[in-house]
């Protein structure tokens, strides 16, 4: 099908006149495109790509109104799509009024551009048509413009002034973002789509009573009852007032107003879109309206000195990306009504030490509290029954974790500090101060992940499966048993355990097991100082293995230890007191520690010992 449509296309182009086909042709130091239909030119870039000759025009530029060509003459009527992308040497442009388009990106990126005269027919300029023309300090739309399309005036920071002609009917959502030296802005008195009431240095749909674009001098009129979508995205506004009035505020009303310190949302706005503080890099205080019901997509995303936020009563959905990237942000309380967490919603929010999780909480989304290294416990009430995998990774402060009694979803059995699946038997996630239940069967993936200061981990006999990143990061591990009940070792376990030095595995066969890779894998480790400890008469296999043996620099084979604790070549009483010692001091305790060679250091060692010494051996 797609080569016959291929086909059908090549066949029509075929067909068509060959005066349609338009070239491009140089005339005066000028390269057009020239269309014998119409008997018109369009101004476009050297060579057959836009960037193959990037800097072709340069200082300053008077485009002629008609061009003559192979014995015709062309009215010069548009400048095509990024005809003069970056030319930065490119100082001033001077259009004839025969032009009526300028394309998209036309002059992007034309940072040495400081004047433009527009031409007096001018109806559209198309998307990013001055993009990032930093130099330029003003414009003057003619009375003929119509259109002017989103980010047409994208990053034209060194602009001031702005009047809006009486034909202009469509401004595109982002036309004039980051136009940070925007102080002004008129509308003229006989434009009958958009005003600028009461000297407002803002533009108004007049019809709907809605601020579509405004500046950093922009006094918002008690008639206004919405602010637009991006409505200042990127200015350089340092504060305002909203009247009562609104009820709305649209998607990135603010966005990336680096400036804006505090803002103060009256209780009769009932609508606040996505993303309307993201990037407000100084916001530091906002009082919310209590008509909110949701904390929308990426609303703070990215204020990094926020620290003083009240959440509504209302709001029953802290949606995705609501809260990231707010890294001063020290401690929030989730009212009664917040049922959903949404996906990253509070990632590295890493001053994050006290939250509290409502009785009203159903769900948590994957990577709601990522990187939230302050957090120091959670307390998960008995009405949260989906919890996703990876929502707590990171967390590398996180001491305790305890779940409501009347949880039917999830547990933390044993006072284990622990966040267990109660039906499946799965770890979802741990902490520093977990002690893994031996019931426990599966350890989920991430549910260790990040947690920099665990120095013990425990699997019990039973586990069957060790998920994808279950303990990457652990930086403070030095030693793990692995089980001979372990059917299954997903990749990236271990990944970057940057301590770990010694691995007890008690599985006889290693090729019969499932295995991801890079186990244990840590970027620049020298293997030479790792050890794993493998069952008696298995050390071939695991030599053979490389899924093992890459990542060890020594594989020695278990055996019972000969009870000569302490090493002085003698078996006594002395090497008992030694054994209890180590017991005591807990931590990475030695292979030949392991007298009756379980795997396992434990007191029943100590027993193993004293039986050694009364058989004489």
Not at 46 to 56: F, L
Not at 282 to 294: G, R
Not at 299 to 309: A, I, K, N, Y
Not at 522 to 531: D, L
Request: charged share 15%; proline share 4%.
């Amino acid at each position: 099908m797609k080569q016959f449509i291929h086909l059908l296309v090549l066949l029509l182009a075929i067909m068509l006149p060959a005066k349609a086909v338009a070239s491009s042709t140089v005339v005066d130091g000028i390269y057009y495109n020239f269309n014998t239909y119409s008997w018109t030119a369009t101004v476009t870039f050297k060579g057959g790509s836009y960037d193959q000759y990037p800097d072709y025009y340069t200082g300053d530029l008077v485009i002629p109104d008609s061009v003559v060509y192979g014995g015709n003459t062309y009215a010069v009527a548009a400048i095509s799509t990024r005809a003069f992308s970056a030319s930065t040497g490119l100082t001033s442009i001077v259009m004839p009024n025969t032009i009526t388009t300028i394309g998209e990106y036309a002059f992007i990126a034309c940072t040495g551009l400081k004047s433009v005269t527009l031409s007096n027919s001018l109806k559209t300029i198309q998307r990013g048509a001055f993009y990032n023309c930093n130099q330029m300090t003003d414009i003057n739309l003619p009375a003929s413009l119509t259109t002017i399309d989103e980010s047409a005036f994208f990053f034209c920071d060194s602009l001031h002034n702005l009047n809006i002609p009486k034909s202009l009917k469509t401004i595109g959502y982002d036309a004039f973002a980051y136009c940070t030296g925007l102080t002004s802005i008129t509308v003229d008195s006989e434009n009958t789509k958009f005003d600028s009431r009461e000297d407002c240095n803002a533009v108004i749909e007049t019809n709907t009573n809605k601020l579509v674009l405004g500046c950093a001098n922009t006094v918002i009129p008690n008639t206004v009852t919405a602010i637009g979508n991006y409505a200042f995205y990127g200015g350089s506004l340092a504060a305002i007032d909203i009247p009562a009035s609104v009820k709305s505020i649209g998607a990135g009303a603010f966005c990336w107003c680096s400036k804006l310190e505090s803002m103060i949302i009256p209780n009769t706005v009932t609508s606040v879109g996505a993303a309307v503080f993201q990037g407000c890099s100084n916001l530091k205080s906002v009082t919310l309206s209590n008509a909110m019901t949701e904390i929308t997509h990426s609303l703070f995303e990215g204020c990094s000195r926020l620290t003083d936020v009240a959440i509504p009563a209302g709001v029953t959905e802290i949606k995705q990306y609501g809260f990231r990237h707010c890294g001063e942000l020290t401690g929030l309380t989730l009212p009664e009504g917040v049922r959903i967490i949404g996906r990253w919603a509070f990632e590295h929010c890493n001053k994050l030490a006290n939250l509290n999780l409502p009785d009203s909480l159903r769900t948590i989304e994957e990577g709601a509290f990522l990187e939230c290294y302050a957090l120091k416990s959670l307390a998960f009430p008995k009405t949260v029954t989906d919890i996703k995998v990876g929502a707590f990774r990171w967390n590398q402060s996180l001491e305790s974790i305890t779940v409501d009694s009347e949880n039917p979803k999830f547990d933390s059995r044993n006072d284990c500090n622990a966040l267990i699946e109660t039906a499946t038997n799965t770890l979802i996630a741990g902490c520093t101060n977990t002690v893994i239940p031996p019931t426990i069967t599966v350890i989920a993936d991430g549910a260790f992940w990040g947690r920099t200061k665990l120095r013990a981990a425990d699997l019990p006999d039973g586990l069957t499966y060790i998920g994808n990143w279950a303990f990457a990061y652990c930086d403070s591990l030095p030693v793990v048993r692995i089980p001979a009940s372990v059917t299954a070792l997903s990749p990236y376990a271990f990944y970057e355990c940057k301590h770990l030095q010694n691995v007890y595995s008690m599985i006889t066969d290693p090729a019969a097991i499932e295995m991801g890779n890079k186990m244990f894998y840590y970027y620049g480790y020298n293997y030479n100082y790792r050890t794993l400890y493998v069952p008696a008469g298995s050390l071939e296999a695991y030599q053979a293995d490389t899924r093992w043996s890459d990542y060890f620099g020594n594989i020695v084979e278990m055996d019972p230890g000969t009870g000569d604790v302490n090493g002085d070549g003698v078996l006594s009483i002395g090497d008992i007191s030694a054994l209890i010692d180590l017991l005591i001091a807990g931590g990475d305790l030695p292979v030949w520690a392991d007298v009756n060679g379980d795997g396992h250091v434990t007191i029943g060692d100590v027993s193993a010992l004293i039986d050694m010494l009364m058989e004489g051996n």
